[in-house]
Each structure stands twice: as C-alpha cells, then as structure tokens.
C-alpha cells in the first residue's frame, strides 16, 4: 500500500489549504482513510477519518467545524479541506488507512508539511 499525501505549503493565518493522500496498492473496501498531524514536539494527533465505503465522516474536536475530508472513489484520493488556518495548526500532516476491523492504522503515508505564518 502506498499513500501520497501533497498540497502542504506555507499560508497565512485564515488562509485554507487543500491537501490531498493519492491512496495505491490495494482495494479499500472496508478501510477507512484518514487525516493525523504532528506539530513540533508534540505527539501525533488525529484529525478526521472517512470511511471508503459509505463516505461517513468523523472528526477531532479541535477541527470541526473548519476541516473537511472527502474521498474520491474513482480517483483513490482521500482530500483534507482546511479553513480558517491558525498558528497552531502548523505540523506535517499525515494520511493513513486502516481495515475498518482494526483498532489502529495499518498503513501511513509520508507526510506533507504546512505552514501557517502570521
């Protein structure tokens, strides 16, 4: 399995970034897909999952309401929407794939880094 994740960059606080994990090597069926991030010297936190099969969503409490991911079926991409940029939303963002019967993810991809400036 390989997840592809890109769209990170430098932007300005309330800015939005979209960024997208081009998901390969499997058929994700019965996985769900999802959004972490790492901000310096903080523990990996997660943001939001979806599941493949019928798109049902999940979110942290410190994104909702500004965050919105979605998949594209057809183009195995899993996209993260961000809005309303803050300072502390700076870290490398991850995505990553679980089965739906696991607990924990199975696969990560190699991250993407974003920027959010004053």
């Known amino acids: 399995v390989q997840l592809q994740a890109s769209g990170g960059g430098v932007v300005q606080a309330g800015d939005s970034l979209r960024l997208s994990c081009a998901a390969s090597?499997?058929?994700?069926?019965?996985?769900?897909m999802g959004w972490f991030r790492q901000a310096p010297g903080k523990e990996r936190e997660f943001l939001a999952d979806i599941t493949w099969n019928l798109g049902t969503t999940k979110y942290a409490d410190s994104v909702k309401g500004r965050f919105t991911i979605s998949r594209d079926k057809a183009k195995n991409t899993v996209d993260l929407q961000m809005n309303t940029l803050q300072l502390e939303d700076t870290a490398v963002y991850y995505c990553?794939?679980?089965?739906?019967?696991?607990?924990?993810?199975?696969?990560w991809g190699q991250g993407t880094l974003v920027t959010v400036s004053s």
């Open positions: 990553a794939a679980r089965r739906s019967a696991s607990r924990d993810v199975n696969w």
């Open positions: 090597g499997r058929t994700f069926t019965n996985h769900v």
